[in-house]
């Protein structure tokens, strides 16, 4: 054994003196690899359902995934109703309540989800017959309820107010109204008004009309054999009934003849979202589809791709660069994205274009193409792995009418591409001249620099809905000034002899955000000294300010203020809104907006430190109704927006009892449940030891 080991080491020594690699240039490619897909078996129900079985005994587990291969609907000003109608499903049936419903998925240890187009149910071998029973219980007697719809209705609701000042998610809607068109159901958006019209009877409609074993097809994947899985399906879907098939028409969304620039401007943002887009006609399951994903995975489609290498790596423009093409079988899209500083925001544009253009007018090179290959190959290899994965392409085979062998041959097809075949793509599918360019950011910082992208040097504002709107059109009365804004919101909440009445102030709040029910108490004292407490249950953070000095401690650790944060509570006076010139705040009325459905004056401040701000006063009352400011944390800098509605009387002055804070992505409703004014709050309350 010895002699054989010290001949082998001999020989591998030996062979680099006859035959030397060139490291530099990657080995030629292989043999496409030979795809060995784990076979279904299927069979149809007399009603029209189609069934895959995939058997898979690794686990002693089963899951149950039903597709409806239903046409989307045009909801017009219901916009969203469908998805409320998907939610429904889960929250009981005509025997079983929702919490009857809850209590027999947790016995069981088992999942359970629904949605407009389907149900996915997943649970242990020897509770797969009990869990398709609750699976046809909830196709065949659905029972939606007022109660519910009202519970879901609410959530939704929430989640908007979420969104609407989140940059990307404004960035993501206004991208589906201008690509798709408000006449397509790709383009269409939930608003408050479309949530509050829904009616059960819609959701109802939509149940009754869309749940249709005809166009259904049932996945069934785990620890079961098609005897089993046929006999099961027979006993409890068997009497689903069918109905005829209402088929759907739409115009096709077209690319723009020329580019579009398109800006939702927020005066405060620090930096800008970017989405650059077209709809695109891209077949699911076609030949182009998958060129068009070698394309994609080259140009952007992962962290190697040249536009990270270049807005990132090259340019350092933004911490991440990508883009997407999506097949679709009604119209399909493409589009690139990226978020970067407010500076750089037209040569980020510039780079997008560039090299868009790039793939489209030169081949790309073999190692490149080699290296998409091999990611693409070694994602489909990997994605085998999953039996759920067999099930999507057993129902995209008969959904999309595949030929039968098309997953079996997808590596043959992706590795036979060739530099042509791509540039061929790239040509076909890489549009930089007729797209859509859409930004959300600092109108005033960025709106003369992107209009050289559009050919009539235009650009079009839109607001968070995808409404269009000229920024001009709300023209400030004749007359009208900064300073009179400013006091006749004095007036409105008291005046200043009852503003300066008050010397220090309690105010208790409560709300809940990411599920936590919190408190806060604000004690406040002139000139301008703070004790805050924040009550989260699980933990507690206390900021304290003296006038000049002051910490934030919580989780056992204490941070001093400092910086913005500091100067921020050296403003924080009780008669801040009377001394404004005394403090050198220089402020403008800058135009007029609509914020939550009320004509509001824009004024913007400017500290003497150079930080800017802005507030929306109501021309009806003139209230306060809307703040926003950038806020610089460890974490980065945040656009933060303050809501503010319920005005009440306490000793004279008038305050907020409702408001809604936006930070980032987090948004947070708080609810004043009292205000005391004048309690002789003691000094040694705002110590800071």
């Known amino acids: 054994m010895k002699r054989l080991f010290l001949l082998i080491f001999a020989f591998i020594v030996a062979f680099p003196v006859f035959g030397q690699l060139d490291r530099s240039k990657l080995p030629p490619p292989g043999p496409a690899s030979e795809i060995k897909i784990a076979n279904y078996e299927s069979f149809e129900l007399k009603n029209g359902l189609k069934v895959f079985v995939i058997e898979n005994r690794k686990l002693p587990r089963v899951s149950f995934n039903l597709i409806l291969d239903v046409d989307p609907v045009l909801e017009g000003k219901n916009a969203g109703y469908i998805s409320a109608a998907g939610e429904l499903l889960r929250t009981g049936t005509k025997k079983r309540t929702k919490d009857q419903l809850d209590q027999e998925i947790d016995l069981l240890g088992a999942s359970l989800s629904t949605s407009s187009t389907g149900i996915f149910a997943s649970g242990l071998e020897k509770h797969k017959e009990k869990l398709l029973e609750i699976i046809s219980d909830i196709i065949l007697n659905s029972d939606f309820k007022q109660e519910e719809l009202d519970k879901i209705k609410k959530q939704m609701l929430s989640n908007l107010a979420t969104t609407k000042d989140d940059p990307n998610s404004i960035s993501q809607r206004v991208s589906n109204v201008l690509m798709f068109g408000s006449d397509h159901p790709y383009g269409e958006i939930e608003t408050e008004e479309s949530v509050n019209s829904y009616t059960l009877e819609m959701c109802k409609d939509y149940y009754t009309s869309s749940f249709n074993p005809k166009v259904a097809y049932l996945a069934i994947v785990g620890d079961i054999n098609l005897a089993k899985a046929k006999q099961l399906v027979e006993k409890y879907l068997s009497k689903w009934q069918a109905k005829d098939v209402q088929k759907k028409d739409y115009a096709t969304p077209k690319a723009p003849v020329v580019n579009k620039v398109a800006l939702v401007d927020r005066e405060n943002s620090v930096q800008s979202v970017i989405a650059i887009g077209y709809p695109l006609e891209l077949k699911v399951g076609s030949e182009d589809a998958i060129k068009a994903s070698v394309v994609n995975l080259i140009l952007g489609g992962s962290a190697t791709g040249r536009l990270f290498m270049n807005l990132r790596e090259s340019k350092a423009y933004t911490y991440g660069a990508y883009s997407g093409m999506n097949p679709d079988r009604l ?8 978020q970067v500083r407010t500076s750089v925001t037209d040569s980020a544009i510039t780079e997008i274009l560039n090299e868009m253009k790039k793939i489209r007018n030169e081949k790309v090179s073999e190692d490149e193409l080699q290296k998409a290959k091999n990611l693409l190959s070694g994602n489909f290899v990997r994605s085998l792995e999953s ?22 041959n997808y590596l043959k097809t992706l590795n036979g591409f060739t530099a042509d075949d791509i540039y061929t793509a790239a040509k076909k599918f890489i549009k930089p001249n007729n797209l859509h360019i859409i930004v959300v950011g600092n109108g005033q910082e960025i709106a003369k620099n992107i209009s050289k992208f559009s050919v009539s040097s235009k650009v ?13 059109s709300k023209k400030i009365p004749a007359g009208v000034t900064a300073g009179d804004i400013l006091n006749k919101y004095v007036e409105a909440i008291g005046g200043k002899e009852n503003i300066l009445k008050v010397n220090d102030k ?37 900021t304290v300010f003296d006038g000049e000095k002051g910490y934030t401690e919580g989780m056992g650790q204490r941070t001093d203020l400092a910086g913005d944060q500091l100067e921020d509570m050296k403003d924080n006076s009780l008669h801040n809104m009377l001394t404004y010139d005394e403090r050198g705040v220089k402020y403008e009325l800058t135009g007029m907006e609509t914020i939550n459905g009320k004509e509001a004056y824009k004024i913007s401040f400017t500290q003497p430190n150079g930080k800017k701000s802005t507030a929306y006063y109501s021309v009806e009352t003139g209230y306060l109704i809307r703040t926003a400011s950038s806020v610089s944390t460890e974490q980065g800098t945040f656009n933060q927006v303050i809501d503010m509605d319920d005005y009440r009387e306490v000793k004279g002055v008038k305050y907020p009892f409702k408001m809604t804070q936006s930070f980032g992505p987090q948004t947070i409703e708080l609810t004043v449940s009292s205000i005391e004014i004048n309690t002789g709050l003691p000094d040694s309350l705002f110590e800071v030891k």
């Open 331 to 338: 119209i399909g899209s493409f589009a690139a994205f990226t």
């Open 387 to 408: 039996p759920e994965t067999i099930a999507r392409f057993a129902i995209n085979t008969a959904r999309y009418n595949l030929p039968k062998d098309y997953y079996k």
């Open 460 to 472: 079009d504002y839109f607001d968070i809905n995808g409404n269009l709107f000229d920024p001009s």
């Open 506 to 542: 309690v105010t208790k709040l409560s709300g809940t955000v990411q599920g936590m029910n919190l408190t806060i108490t604000i004690n406040q004292k002139e000139p301008n000294k703070l004790y805050q407490l924040l009550d989260a249950g699980v933990f507690q953070q206390k």
